[in-house]
Each structure stands twice: as C-alpha cells, then as structure tokens.
C-alpha cells in the first residue's frame, strides 16, 4: 500500500503524531538516535527538512541515518528541489500557497519532480500555508502570514488545496512559534474539508497537543520539542498519549 493510503487509512481510526527533524540541527547519529526513540515512542512517520538547510548530502546523511535505527517511514519536507534525497520514502510534494514567491508555489516543483520520479520516491501531495508568527519558515519562503484570527482566509486555503486535487493539508504556525495556530481556526478549517489536517509548530507539551489534537487536527507535528529534550522517548510518550486520548 503507498504511504500516502496508509496514513489516510491510520487516520480515519485514530489522531497520528509525526516527528519532524531538520538535518541543519543535528549530526546524523543524533539524528539517528531521535528517530529510534520517536519509533519507539509510537509516532508515525519521520518528516526531515528545514529552512536552513545547505546541502543535500546533509538530508541524505540523515535520512540514512534514520533508516538505520528505525522503521518509520521517512517523509521528506523540503524547502527546495535542491534538498530531496533518494534514500527517503516518500516527500510531501508541498506547495507553499501564501508564498510571494512562485518558486515556493511550483517552481521548485518543477525542478524537482524528474528526480522524484527517477528515484522512485512517494510525492505526497500537500496544500501548505503558513500562519503568523511564521518564524525562519515564515521569512525565507517569503510568505504573506495568514493573520491569527483571519479564519476565512484560511479556510479558503484549504478548500482550495481540497479542489486542486491536493490529499493533506498542513496549517503551520512555524517551528519555535511561541504559540500554534489557534483552536478556532484549526476547528474551521477540519469542519470544511474532507482530508486530513496537520498541524504543526509551537507545540511542545501534552496539554497543547491535546488542545490541537480536540480542535481537529489528524496529524499533530513536533520538531524543537525532539531537539530541546534529553528523555525524548518519555516526553513523546507523554505527548502521544494526549494526542490519542
Ligand atoms: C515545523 O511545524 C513544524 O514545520 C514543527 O514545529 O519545531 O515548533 O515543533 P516545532
């Protein structure tokens, strides 16, 4: 079954955590090690990218890394066509749609594409906006931020997603965001789609995830909480649990 089926399979039954790592914060066997426990700990799948990012030996490394300790499936979250890796399973093929700069809508994507089909690699196509603060991802992908309280526009954003054919789409608040999206727009948005919903940034505790989770969110994202914390596995345990519950 591809990737793409299974998790909408998995999500119809029950809420999904996924692990986000980004090769530019930490060495392969770090990485490695984060992945091991993040199986463990009962996330779905491994999601690798970043906006700082320099080079695709980088991903590669990592990913191979990841492949080694554990057996999620890894999902590439690319900022660009230069940092794809043949070593992955699948990438979100991802168009940032609030981006000013069309290369971030499609451009990339066209560069891109030819490797995904010679390398054999799942795209999983996905509609992505991102939402103030927006943080690094915010800045580099040159983003017109959906307001905090502007729900109309974000929902016309998923039900566009929804209409282009898209299969996910991902409501991103921005990594290290000091607050995620809000309950109410993350409501809005699941009430008027018929996909599944990820929803990721500045969420670092149980009680958080949960709230997000209870909003509507299918998918809840971590990325800085696998960074920041040396007990991972405890505290994805502890996470998971208040995303499933
Ligand atoms: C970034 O939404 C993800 O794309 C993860 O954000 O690093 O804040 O968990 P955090």
Redesign the pocket.
Known sequence: MSITKDIIKKVDKKKLHFS?LDPDKQNPNTAGVIAKNADEAGSSAIMV?GSTIVSQQQVDETVKAIKDNSNLPVIL?PSGAKYLSRYADAVFFMSLLNSRNLDFVIREHVKGAPFIKLSGIEPISMGYVIVEPGMT?GRKGEVDLIKRNDIDTAVGYALASQYLGMDFFYL??????PKPVSSKMITSVKNNINMPLIV?????DPKTAKEISKAGADIV?????LEEEKNVKKALIDIIKAIED
């Open positions: 986000l990218g979250f991802a991103e608040a921005g990594s290290g965001a990721g940034g500045g969420i670092r994202v971590t990325g800085t909480k």
